[in-house]
C-alpha cells in the first residue's frame, strides 16, 4: 500500500524557518518524481515545489521561491520542504504529492503567526 506521512508542521512566527517531512512507504520512492503542494483555507489547493526522483531540478511556485527549498533523501525514502522566512499567505495545509501514478498525503498544518 502506497503511503505518504507529512510530518513537521506547526505553529511558526512571521519571518521564523520550518522543516517539513514526508516519509514514503509501499514503493519505490527514489524512482519517483515528488512534490508540495498546499491548500490555504478557502482557496483551492496550489503547487509549491517539485523535484526530480534523483533530486535535481528542482522547481518553485514564484511565491515561495528564494525562501523556500524541497529535497529529498532516497536513503531515507523522505521528502523535505524547507521553509524560511515564512509570511502570513504561507498559512495552509501542506500535502505531499507524487504525480504519477497519484498518490497524496494526507497533509499537515502550518499555521504563521505575526
Known amino acids: 500500500e502506497v503511503q505518504l506521512v507529512e510530518s513537521g508542521g506547526g505553529s511558526v512566527q512571521l519571518g521564523g524557518s520550518l522543516r517539513l517531512a514526508c516519509t514514503a512507504s509501499?514503493?519505490?520512492?527514489?524512482?519517483?518524481?515528488m512534490s508540495w503542494h498546499r491548500q490555504a483555507p478557502g482557496k483551492e489547493r496550489e503547487f509549491v515545489a517539485t523535484?526530480?526522483?534523483?533530486?535535481?531540478?528542482?522547481d518553485y511556485s514564484d511565491s515561495v521561491q528564494g525562501r523556500f527549498t524541497i529535497s529529498r533523501d532516497n536513503a531515507k525514502n523522505t521528502l523535505y520542504l524547507q521553509m524560511n522566512n515564512v509570511q502570513l499567505e504561507d498559512t495552509a495545509v501542506y500535502y505531499c504529492?507524487?504525480?504519477?501514478?497519484?498518490?497524496w498525503g494526507q497533509g499537515t498544518q502550518v499555521t504563521v503567526s505575526p
Open positions: 504529492y507524487r504525480p504519477y501514478h497519484p498518490a
Open positions: 509501499g514503493f519505490a520512492f527514489e524512482t519517483y518524481g
Open positions: 523535484i526530480r526522483a534523483d533530486g535535481t531540478t528542482p
